[in-house]
């Protein structure tokens, strides 16, 4: 299996733009976690889901973020409008219902400028 | 509330010396722990997990963990160190399958020849 495969590796865009993320889990695992890393506050929970539905979301920082998974293959998260303090590394996660070992992809470098 | 603790956020080890980075949780439930280990530019892969069973586990890369459920802690040990290992560990807690798990804050591990 590829693992977990995110995209793009990296983004640039400007203040006020939409930015979507985009994550393809490993196949036959049922939970998908969204990540958000910075210096300041470490890795932070935004969302989960579990078997293509939110359980957890209440770590979407504002309403300016929407995450989700329309299949168990697919899953985005969307900004809109971005802002500068948007910037941070976005890491998807899955994992298997049975198994609470997540693994990760490469994550996305977001810049907002 | 679930947590997990980190005291030290930055360590520096001699090369060929012995390693113990400190984790503390808190946790209301049986908990699952896990170590990541983060490599500059690039996403968390699994060192070791523990769910039940024998407290000491072992690891990838010559790790192993030990978990005191007196202490609510899951230290990581490596009795030698090699400048490779120089990277940010990550502690994580979780509980119920397909929940997400809760991170440290991290420890920056820096290798000295």
């Known amino acids: 299996d590829a693992g977990v495969i995110q995209s793009p590796r990296h983004e640039v865009t400007e203040m006020g733009q939409e930015v979507t993320l985009r994550c393809k889990p490993i196949?036959?695992?049922?939970?998908l976690f969204w990540y958000r890393q910075t210096m300041m506050r470490g890795l932070e929970l935004l969302i989960y889901?579990?078997?293509?539905?939110?359980?957890?979301d209440s770590g979407m920082p504002e309403d300016r973020f929407s995450a989700k998974m329309p299949n168990a293959s697919f899953s985005t998260l969307k900004i809109q409008p971005s802002e500068p303090r948007d910037s941070a590394v976005y890491f998807c996660a899955s994992s298997l219902t049975r198994d609470a070992e997540a693994f990760f992809g490469q994550g996305t470098r977001l810049t907002v400028v | 509330a679930q947590s997990v603790t980190q005291p030290d956020i930055h360590i520096t080890v001699s090369e060929g010396a012995s390693l113990e980075l400190r984790c503390n949780y808190s946790y209301g439930a049986t908990p699952y722990l896990f170590w990541y280990v983060q490599s500059p530019g690039q996403g968390l892969q699994l060192l070791l997990k523990?769910?039940?069973?024998?407290?000491l586990v072992q690891g990838i890369k010559g790790f192993e963990a030990e978990f005191k459920r007196s202490q609510s802690s899951f230290n990581l040990r490596k009795p030698s160190v090699h400048w490779s290992d120089a990277a940010e560990y990550f502690c994580a807690v979780g509980g119920q399958a397909g929940t997400a798990l809760i991170f440290g804050k991290g420890t920056t591990l820096s290798v000295s020849s």
């Open positions: 196949s036959g695992h049922n939970s």
């Open positions: 523990y769910f039940s069973g024998d407290t």
């Open positions: 889901f579990n078997n293509n539905v939110p359980i957890d």
